[in-house]
């Protein structure tokens, strides 16, 4: 038997994880946000925060999520989908997440040898008669990097959520006179939401606060709400604009995961009888 | 082939690769506004035979027609037949009402319309007031129900129902069998049901197909395959049936086990072997001296309705009998029957053969 002293035992290390790595560094962010460069206490970072710089910042900050998030969604769900139909889809799918694997750094070096000016892509251009093309450094180029780091991430919840899902309800739908397509959008994609939601937020939130990728591949061409706190802090040394923006940056993620957040409404069996 | 052909199988083959073969050279015909079951163990090729009318599958070769023409390559959604998943497949997103709109929303049909057909349908199946409701609320019977609703809302020509009653209880089954019956016999429509208790295809049929191994053995009324099983596999699988081997000594005289009885059948060869049927309602326990029979019985069990008595005869052959009256275990007793009682089934006869013959006894037994 479970008394009431060893169940408080049990969740010491919860407890501590909490208030180390989450409590705390909130706080502290929180109580930081309140001072201006010289230590006095301020409103004026927030006051800031509103002014045109950093309205934009944010703007294109959601803006870079959005398109990695977009072409990350596009290319994960057919993937899955196809993963689903195959004869060895766990072996399949975990060649798809092996990469993830490796870390993150390494395979954005990887890139820039990759894109660069004398890399195998440019060799490749050179074939067809294009000149040396610039293409680290680019909107493009950090674009792509940061969807295949993060396809991974999309794909496995979007796949378990196909996976489950009951194969007599697309006969069903087809039965009751539905095209393919109609049955994709009013079957197979209502009962796989949850894996898209997941999947979105899995990638979303984590890309408004990209910035080693924003450094390495698109050279600080592209600032991110995450290449901002980095200049905050390391370069500008302002800590007070600098947990400011990384306040706002808590708030979106907030926002974000309630929107995508899972409502019940007897889909999470996804139909499959258990 | 009448006017009243809606189904018709000609030579319908379907397999999965070079070896495995689940239909052989189907060749079937269904009449509109009929109860029809295919009935036979797993693995027989009941469901495929479904699957290939609702346009899931298509043969691998032979040709489909439906109302005449061929639709081997029509797909599901184009074909006006309605099919009740065993699961039910009842949509989890969606709740009873819009399950049972799904069909009609397709169809982009009009909002009062819509809602006009979704509660005449519930009506039918005694759900009115559980448009609300989530699937995940109903029960396994309301499930079903919704299922049938969700079919019948269409207006198709064919409803097809794929072992629907499988994952009901005794009571809650045999209630639906009342109901589906009925439901079947207000719409007027096919129904083609398929099923591996051969009690839930007696009791619903108009015509039942026996299947086996890819195969039709015997198609008939349930009373013609009940009483007249074409061979041991249709007579074991159709309800209990005692089974032995036997001779046909002449018209209308058969030996079994030594012994002569008089039977109904004729036109067969002299002394040509062949298994006999007798089923164990049609035997009458009665004193040794007075019956035809002389047995000793090994086990008795109260079944409810009747004794089921596990006899043997002098020769070893197992008979089953079924009767109100008792008998004490290890008691000899006689075993009473009719001629018309046994049913001589000859072996490897086809449906062909065996369906002539039976109507030459016909144009025989009742000229008298």
Known sequence: MQTKTTKTFYLIPYYVWIV???????????????????????????????????????????????????????????????????????????????PSWINLLLKTYAFIGIFGLYGPVNAFLN???????????????????????FIPFMILPIFNSLDKLNPSLIDASR????????????????????????????????????FMITRLIAGNKVITLGTAIEQQFLVTQNWGMGSTIAVFLIIFMVIIMIITGQRDKGANSNGKNK | MSDNTIIRFENVTKSYDAETTVLNNINLELERGKFYTLLGPSGCGKTTILRLIAGF?????????????????????????????QDYALFPHLNV?????????????????????VIEALKFVNLVGYEKREIAEMSGGQRQRVAIARAIVNDPEIILLDEPLSALDLKLRSEMQYELRELQQRLGKTFIFVTHDQEEALAMSDEIFVLNEGEI???????????????????????ESNIVSGTMVADFRVKIGGKEFECVDQGLNPNEKVDIVIRPEDLEITAV??????????????????????????????????????????????????????????LNETEEEFDKRLESYGEDAYAN
Do not use: C
Not at chain 1, 198 to 209: D, K, M, R
């Open chain 2, 217 to 239: 053995e015997q198609s008939g009324t349930p009373m013609d395959i009940y009483d007249e099983p074409i061979n041991r596999y249709v007579a074991d699988f159709i309800g």
């Open chain 2, 289 to 346: 001296e007075k019956g035809k029979m002389k047995v000793k019985v090994d086990t008795q069990l109260f079944r409810g309705v009747h004794y089921e008595l596990s006899t043997y005869d002098d020769e070893g052959n197992e008979w089953l009998v079924h009767s109100t009256k008792k008998a004490d275990v290890g008691e000899f007793i006689g075993l009473d029957f009719d001629p018309e009682a046994i049913h001589v089934m000859r």
């Open chain 1, 127 to 149: 074939v067809f008669g294009f000149g040396e093309t610039q293409i680290l450094f680019t909107d493009f180029s950090f674009v792509f990097v940061a969807v295949y780091i």
């Open chain 2, 97 to 117: 009402f819009e399950n049972v709109a799904f069909g009609l929303r397709i169809k982009k049909l009009g909002k009062k319309e819509i809602e006009q057909k």
């Open chain 2, 57 to 85: 599958m298509q043969p691998t070769s032979g040709s489909i027609y439906f109302n005449g023409k061929l639709i081997n390559n029509v797909p599901a959604n184009e074909r006006q037949v309605n099919t009740v998943f």
């Open chain 1, 20 to 98: 180390l790595f989450v409590v705390a560094p909130i706080a502290l962010i929180a109580y930081y946000s309140f001072f201006d460069l010289s230590g006095n206490f301020t409103l004026d970072n927030y006051l800031n925060f509103f002014t045109s710089v950093y309205l934009k910042l944010t703007l294109s900050s959601f803006w870079y999520a959005f398109l990695i998030t977009f072409f990350t969604l596009v290319i994960a769900y057919p993937t899955a989908y196809l993963l689903t139909k195959t004869r060895h889809k766990q072996l399949w799918l975990l060649l798809i997440i092996i």
């Open chain 1, 175 to 210: 039965d009751l006179g539905a095209s393919s397509w109609t049955t994709f959008s009013k079957v197979i994609l209502p009962l796989t939401i949850n894996g898209v939601k997941a999947g979105i937020q899995a990638v979303f939130i984590p890309s408004l606060s990209l």
